[in-house]
């Protein structure tokens, strides 16, 4: 069966860290393009980090740079996004995507149109950031 299973996320306080996984079966991530996303129902979609499979670079976007790291463990087919000084306004459901669309760039992948679909996608996970 092809998707992606994440898991990982919870209440932390602001400040804290936390560290969300996202295991794919049924396909090999390393040739995808693939990232992580966070919508809340009725919102508009943000890409948080991606990666496409045409550009060496690692998106993040301006809201998470310097405190986010997206990585990724070939043996286990697992992608990975580790959350550092998280702050409320980072509370939102997560998800990650992988996609057969080797975006032009990284960026492209992230920024696209939030009625775009990916080819997989996770079943969200819900990350609080509260004191």
């Known amino acids: 069966q092809l998707q992606l299973v994440e898991s990982g996320g919870g209440l932390v306080q602001p400040g804290g860290s936390l560290r969300l996984s996202c295991v794919a079966s049924?396909?090999?991530?390393?040739?995808?393009?693939y990232g992580w996303f966070r919508q809340a129902p009725g919102k508009v979609r943000e890409g948080v980090s991606c990666?496409?499979?045409?550009?060496?670079?690692?998106y993040y976007s301006d809201s998470v740079k310097d405190r986010f790291i997206m990585s990724r463990d070939d043996a286990t087919n697992t992608m990975y996004l580790q959350m550092n000084n998280l702050n409320p306004e980072d509370t939102d459901v997560y998800y990650c995507?992988?996609?057969?669309?080797?975006?032009?760039?990284?960026?492209?992948?992230?920024?696209?149109?939030?009625?775009?679909?990916?080819?997989?996608r996770g079943q969200g996970t819900q990350v609080t950031v509260s004191s």
């Open positions: 049924g396909f090999n991530l390393s040739y995808y393009s």
């Open positions: 990666l496409s499979s045409s550009d060496s670079r690692t």
């Open positions: 995507a992988a996609d057969r669309v080797p975006w032009i760039s990284s960026q492209a992948m992230c920024v696209t149109s939030d009625d775009y679909e990916y080819d997989y």
